[in-house]
């Protein structure tokens, strides 16, 4: 989650150690790099688009994938951070004016400012509703996108981060609380608590939820029985990964790694050094973008990595 842990990261070793993976880690060959400001943010693959922010110069950022070229920089708060996508619109909380944004990506113009809970962490949108995670007061937030606002609030734990729509639920990751929280949307109630330590963002698959724990692994559950099915070691402090060529690309931040899953075995198949402080994977026409938030950049890598 970015609290200070934001701070310069040690890139990884030669070797990361058996205890993560049996292979080296190899430096990731990135065919362009894209330098959005001081400290790259979270991304979010949408609307034929790449976008992440600049949590310093406050401004969300749009990129043509195929021109690997930035289209467009919109002011929106002071630290804009959770990026979801749906009803046509581009929703972007900020993490400290408390505030979640609603942006037309047609015009790139913010349409609506609604006021949300504070510290806002993980954004998510399912079920006909934007959904937000709040740190400060252990809530999600759902939000109506035909009447722009808050609809429910729903007290779920501590330190709720990451947030998701999977398998008709919304599924939510407590850190301090250490659990992995199930919501029905039909009611907004809670309907399975699932401990697992340190959980802090979550990212489905066709028939798994893969929750990162900043225990240094990757934990697979079963959404059905709602029963762990796997730990898999991985780096430092992984967090937002992302789906590609069927396998899991898992950015550690503190120290300088992706992590590569391979499904088939529950295992890391590969790690790659990257930039300072990997926070955020998503793909698009193809590649892998990986935003390294201490350096400000975005790069683009092959998918095709040994």
């Known amino acids: 989650?970015?609290?200070?842990?934001?701070?310069?990261?040690?890139?990884?070793?030669?070797?990361?150690?058996?205890?993560?993976?049996?292979?080296?880690?190899?430096?990731?060959?990135?065919?362009?790099?894209?330098?959005?400001?001081?400290?790259?943010g979270l991304l979010k693959s949408a609307a034929g688009s790449l976008w992440t922010t600049d949590l310093v110069g406050?401004?969300?950022?749009?990129?043509?994938?195929?021109?690997?070229?930035?289209?467009?920089?919109?002011?929106?708060?002071?630290?804009?951070?959770?990026?979801?996508y749906?009803?046509?619109?581009?929703?972007?909380?900020?993490?400290?004016v408390n505030r979640l944004a609603r942006i037309n990506p047609k015009t790139n113009k913010v349409v609506k400012r609604i006021q949300i809970g504070f510290e806002p962490?993980?954004?998510?949108?399912?079920?006909?509703?934007?959904?937000?995670?709040?740190?400060?007061?252990?809530?999600?937030?759902?939000?109506?996108?035909?009447?722009?606002?808050?609809?429910?609030?729903?007290k779920v734990g501590t330190t709720p981060n990451g947030i998701v729509f999977a398998?008709?639920?919304?599924?939510?990751?407590?850190?301090?609380?250490?659990?992995?929280?199930?919501?029905?949307?039909?009611?907004?109630?809670i309907t399975a608590r699932i401990p697992i330590a340190k959980a802090d963002w979550i990212t489905p698959s066709a028939d798994a939820l893969w929750v990162s724990s900043e225990e240094g692994e990757v934990v697979r559950?079963?959404?059905?029985?709602?029963t762990v099915v796997a730990r898999i070691p991985v780096g430092k402090n992984p967090l937002a990964s992302a789906w590609i060529g069927g396998e899991l690309w898992v950015p550690n931040i503190d120290d300088g790694t992706v992590s590569i899953i391979d499904p088939a075995k529950n295992a890391v198949r590969t790690t790659l050094t990257v930039g300072k402080a990997p926070l955020s994977i998503?793909?698009?026409?193809?590649?892998?973008?990986?935003s390294n938030s201490d350096d400000g950049e975005l790069w683009r890598v092959k998918t095709t990595q040994p």
């Open 282 to 290: 998503a793909t698009a026409v193809g590649d892998a973008w990986i």
């Open 121 to 154: 962490y993980g954004l998510a949108y399912g079920a006909g509703s934007v959904w937000v995670t709040s740190e400060r007061d252990g809530t999600v937030r759902r939000i109506s996108p035909r009447r722009n606002r808050v609809v429910a609030r729903i």
């Open 86 to 96: 749906g009803a046509q619109s581009l929703w972007v909380s900020d993490r400290s």
């Open 58 to 84: 406050a401004r969300v950022i749009r990129i043509d994938p195929a021109t690997n070229t930035i289209t467009r920089r919109i002011a929106f708060g002071t630290r804009p951070f959770g990026l979801a």
């Open 221 to 226: 559950v079963d959404p059905v029985t709602r």
């Open 167 to 189: 398998f008709g639920a919304i599924w939510v990751a407590d850190l301090s609380d250490g659990l992995l929280i199930r919501i029905n949307p039909a009611t907004n109630r």
């Open 1 to 40: 989650m970015p609290r200070p842990r934001f701070l310069p990261s040690l890139l990884a070793a030669a070797c990361l150690g058996a205890v993560i993976a049996t292979t080296c880690a190899s430096a990731a060959e990135p065919v362009s790099k894209i330098h959005v400001g001081a400290q790259s």
